[in-house]
């Protein structure tokens, strides 16, 4: 799936929402990554995927993309 792709790539941007949400719960770049690789797409509503997975730490994480040239990252927890 395509999102997923994106995501296991590093081929995102963040918007400054979710940079805000990553600082406040630790999230890096790496840690989405991860999710793209280990994660499965859980719901979809229009353009927007949620796609749940493990971080590096082994920890579940949800991030939220809409896919448009590439995928853009709205938010995560």
């Known amino acids: 799936m395509r999102v997923l792709d994106e995501l296991s790539c590093g081929r995102f941007r963040l918007t400054r929402h979710a940079i805000e949400r990553m600082r406040e719960r630790g999230v890096s770049t790496g840690d989405i990554c991860h999710v793209g ?38 938010t995560v927890f």
């Open 37 to 74: 690789r280990t994660g499965r797409v859980i719901s979809t509503i229009g353009d927007r995927f949620w796609v749940r997975g493990l971080d590096i730490d082994g920890e579940e994480l949800t991030v939220i993309a809409v896919v448009e040239f590439q995928a853009i990252i709205v």
